[in-house]
């Protein structure tokens, strides 16, 4: 296995690679909002961000700001060894669900407490914006990290770097 050369780092911009491990929660105040077409699913000013080595932002919302009409908790969960068990939730459409959008920490580990019952939403399935511009999802399907021109990689998640 072998360390990743960190992207050149331009005005304005931060690397993945000077994010902690274990990861840092952190408030943000841009506006993250998340749709699907003209629908706004969520929007806030009052997040949270999730800061770890080789990992663009998660971003976390909270509740009084999603749309609950439009959420319904989805079967399954996972296990993050920093913030603790996952569970998923389905975006509910008129015409369509989108299955395991987004994910939430109902009961968080000490560190991450400020993002109980917040709501995390996959830029792969939803349109999600941080300020305006549009996120790019995370490589790889698994990992829900929101890519902008404001960080830099290589980002984890692409093949050959489960490793990292």
Same mark, same amino acid.
């Given at each position: 296995?072998?360390?990743?050369?960190?992207?050149?780092?331009?005005?304005?911009?931060?690397?993945?690679?000077?994010?902690?491990?274990?990861?840092?929660?952190?408030?943000?105040?841009?506006?993250?909002?998340?749709?699907?077409?003209?629908?706004?699913?969520?929007?806030?000013?009052?997040?949270?961000?999730?800061?770890?080595?080789?990992?663009?932002?998660?971003?976390?919302?909270?509740?009084?700001?999603?749309?609950?009409?439009?959420?319904?908790?989805?079967?399954?969960?996972? /296990?993050?060894?920093?913030? !603790?068990?996952? #569970?998923?939730?389905?975006? +509910? =459409?008129?015409?369509? @669900?989108?299955?395991?959008? $987004?994910?939430?920490?109902?009961?968080?580990?000490?560190? /991450?407490?400020?993002?109980? !019952?917040?709501? #995390?939403?996959?830029?792969? +399935? =939803?349109?999600?914006? @941080?300020?305006?511009?549009? $996120?790019?999802?995370?490589?790889?399907?698994?990992?829900?990290?929101?890519?902008?021109?404001?960080?830099?990689?290589?980002?984890?998640?692409?093949?050959?770097?489960?490793?990292?």
């Amino acid at each position: 296995m072998h360390r990743p050369v960190p992207d050149e780092i331009g005005a304005g911009q931060e690397s993945v690679w000077s994010y902690p491990r274990p990861p840092r929660l952190e408030p943000v105040s841009e506006r993250l909002v998340v749709r699907v077409g003209p629908l706004v699913i969520a929007d806030t000013t009052v997040g949270y961000r999730v800061l770890e080595t080789s990992h663009p932002p998660g971003y976390y919302l909270p509740p009084g700001d999603c749309d609950f009409d439009r959420l319904v908790k989805a079967a399954g969960s996972s /296990f993050c060894e920093w913030k !603790g068990t996952a #569970a998923y939730w389905d975006v +509910v =459409l008129d015409d369509q @669900v989108l299955a395991m959008a $987004a994910w939430s920490y109902p009961d968080p580990t000490g560190p /991450f407490e400020a993002i109980r !019952g917040h709501l #995390a939403f996959y830029p792969t +399935v =939803l349109e999600c914006s @941080v300020d305006g511009e549009n $996120a790019n999802p995370q490589p790889g399907g698994f990992y829900g990290g929101w890519v902008t021109s404001k960080v830099v990689g290589p980002f984890k998640g692409s093949p050959g770097t489960s490793g990292w």
